[in-house]
């Protein structure tokens, strides 16, 4: 299994307060990725990262901020957490684009997940 | 983004080859599907990638027309470990356009 881990696995907090989740590699990949997954939606992509310093939103960003200062850690912080934001969040690592004409997709290794609760 | 579609269940028994199709009519020319498979309380775990026509591992085959409109994730031979949610994803990594769907949610019975 890819060398990835996520901090805490299990977390409740109160509406309000901020929160910091932690996702670490060990594989030295390029790309890093934060989702989270609520019933009936799938996976939705929050931010993203393709370097250190370098991020992007993803789908569903409003209320969430990330920082990844050195190319193992991409944390994700909720400034003031919402009962909306109850959920099971992943983060997931890539290595980076392969050589080519076309673009290729390099398969995302996922993390054990972080179940947040907001009360 | 291109969107898929896929069945939200399925049920089979075991021994049975399972067939799950995925629609992804907007597919653009740099994208690949790819698909997933996860367990309860567990990330997912990448299954298998196509980019045309058919590519086959240790643990399933994919087949792609030549339109690459819609993918059929085909598992030989399901046994009960097979019970999971399988998700296609349709992308790549020029501007990290992805989305996954829903899954399809397969059940294997005794």
């Known amino acids: 299994d890819a060398g990835i881990t996520q901090s805490p696995r299990h977390k409740v907090t109160e509406t309000g307060t901020p929160v910091t989740l932690r996702c670490h590699q060990t594989e030295n990949h390029r790309y890093m990725y934060w989702y989270r997954q609520d019933p009936g939606h799938g996976l939705r992509l929050i931010h993203y990262?393709?370097?250190?310093?370098?991020?992007d939103k993803g789908e569903v960003s409003d209320g969430y901020s990330v920082s990844r200062s050195k190319t193992e850690d991409f944390l994700l912080t909720l400034e003031s957490a919402t009962s909306s934001q109850t959920s099971v969040y992943f983060c997931?690592?890539?290595?980076?684009?392969?050589?080519?004409?076309?673009?290729?997709?390099?398969?995302?290794?996922f993390g054990p997940g972080t179940r947040l609760t907001v009360l | 983004l291109a969107k898929t579609t896929q069945p939200i269940s399925m049920d089979s028994y075991e021994g049975q080859e399972v067939n799950i199709t995925c629609s992804h009519n907007n597919i653009a020319t740099n994208d690949y599907i790819t698909w997933y498979q996860q367990f309860p309380s567990q990330g997912p775990r990448f299954i298998i990638q196509?980019?045309?026509t058919k590519v086959t591992n240790e643990v399933a085959s994919l087949f792609i027309p030549a339109d690459r409109k819609s993918s059929t994730l085909s598992l030989p031979r399901v046994s009960l470990s097979d019970t999971a949610v399988y998700y296609c994803l349709v992308g790549s990594n020029y501007g990290q356009n992805f989305v996954f769907g829903p899954g399809t949610r397969l059940s294997v019975l005794p």
């Open positions: 196509g980019y045309k």
């Open positions: 997931a690592i890539s290595p980076s684009t392969l050589a080519g004409a076309i673009d290729s997709y390099n398969e995302q290794f």
């Open positions: 990262s393709y370097g250190v310093k370098d991020t």
